[in-house]
């Protein structure tokens, strides 16, 4: 029998290529004739470049930048050929700030766009630009600034690139250091959120980088107006297009100013790594990630691999750290684990999810096999 394993990172506990690893084990202990086949993977978020590293041999460049409080720091980012891989989270990252500094009324995208530059001036033509685990709500215009373009308020001072100025933008200088039609930028984005209103990026997404209730308001307020000005002078509205609300919005100035492309993570990952033919030729796929719930089946690993297993007939089963139960019957999971309903509480799960995962695997050889064998 032929097992693909495609889960996404256990984020805080365990990558994805470690998650196959402690399943695969469970597995192999109670039946070592499985043939099991890892498949890592990831949507576009935060260690997404870590796959790929080794899929596309990329080469790493480490550089001065800045944090998501424009402090100094050393980020990396990686390359191969004429193209630049870009991970936002390691300039602009939430895991960067202690809990005390988090607060994406006050932190920037400016480091990540400095990254970016780098990228340009050494003549990559391609940016490929990963754009999970924000600490940020500016709707990038701390990248776009770092790439030329100022943003004034009424009376034509200059703003700092931060979420709390995003009501006071009036105007938009481009001072032309590059030409954005000449270039290749793509966005990798993980979730399908409109940029503002109450499934936008501050209603859904701010509370969890810090912001409190008054500030996720200003914060949509904010994404508002600046969406009213990118209106204006582009004479285009991209707000509600699907995945403009991911990392604080860092598509509006993306897509509007710097002529990039936002797509879908998983797809790009699932072409790259010819998901759908791995797919179509096994005979049960585990997918999953550290807390699955709703979230996950919009636009993310775990749903699009279900969907996937669906269309092809292939029986699919997900497990996770913690699991908001899903409605099987309307998505044809074929069975549903956790880590969280076998450990002690919610550290010991974090702590000793290796050990769980192995568990969780030995389950599903010995009560999950023959029943979806074909």
Do not use: W
Request: with cysteine.
């Amino acid at each position: 029998m032929k097992i693909l394993l495609c889960p996404d990172k256990f984020k805080g506990s365990l990558s994805a290529e470690q998650v196959c690893h402690a399943v695969r084990e469970g597995l192999l202990s109670v039946d070592s004739n499985l043939e099991i086949i890892s498949h890592p993977m990831a949507d576009g978020g935060d260690g997404s470049i870590e796959i790929l590293k080794s899929l596309l041999k990329l080469k790493g460049i480490k550089i001065q930048t800045l944090d998501g409080l424009k402090r100094n720091i050393e980020a990396k980012y990686y390359y191969n050929d004429d193209s630049a891989f870009i991970e936002l989270a390691s300039a602009s990252g939430l895991v960067l700030l202690s809990k005390a500094e988090r607060n994406p009324m006050t932190t920037s995208t400016l480091g990540t766009g400095l990254l970016m530059k780098d990228a340009l001036e050494r003549g990559f033509k391609k940016l490929y630009l990963f754009i999970g685990g924000s600490s940020t709500n500016d709707a990038g215009i701390g990248i776009a600034q770092a790439l030329g373009f100022d943003f004034l308020d009424k009376k034509d001072s200059s703003l700092d690139p931060i979420g709390s100025n995003l009501g006071k933008i009036h105007k938009i200088v481009n001072n032309n250091l590059y030409n954005f039609e000449n270039m290749e930028i793509t966005v990798l984005c993980d979730v399908t959120n409109p940029m503002h209103g109450p499934n936008g990026a501050a209603f859904v997404y701010a509370a969890q980088k810090g912001a409190n209730d008054q500030d996720i308001i200003s914060l949509d307020e904010g994404l508002k107006n600046y969406s009213s000005v990118l209106k204006f002078h582009l004479n285009v509205d991209h707000s509600d297009e699907s995945g403009m609300g991911a990392a604080g919005a860092v598509g509006a100035s993306l897509v509007g100013l710097l002529n990039a492309n936002l797509k879908n993570g998983f797809e790009m990952f699932s072409n790259i790594t010819r998901l759908k033919d791995a797919i179509k030729k096994s005979d049960l796929v585990i997918t999953g990630e550290g807390s699955v719930d709703q979230t996950s089946f919009q636009g993310k690993v775990v749903g699009n691999i279900v969907q996937i297993c669906n269309k092809y007939h292939i029986p699919c089963g997900i497990i996770g750290g913690m699991l908001e139960e899903i409605n099987s019957s309307d998505l044809n999971i074929n069975f549903q684990k956790s880590i969280i309903s076998i450990a002690k509480d919610l550290a010991d799960a974090m702590t000793s999810s290796e050990r769980f995962l192995n568990t969780i695997g030995k389950d599903i050889a010995k009560n999950e096999i023959n029943y979806h064998s074909k």
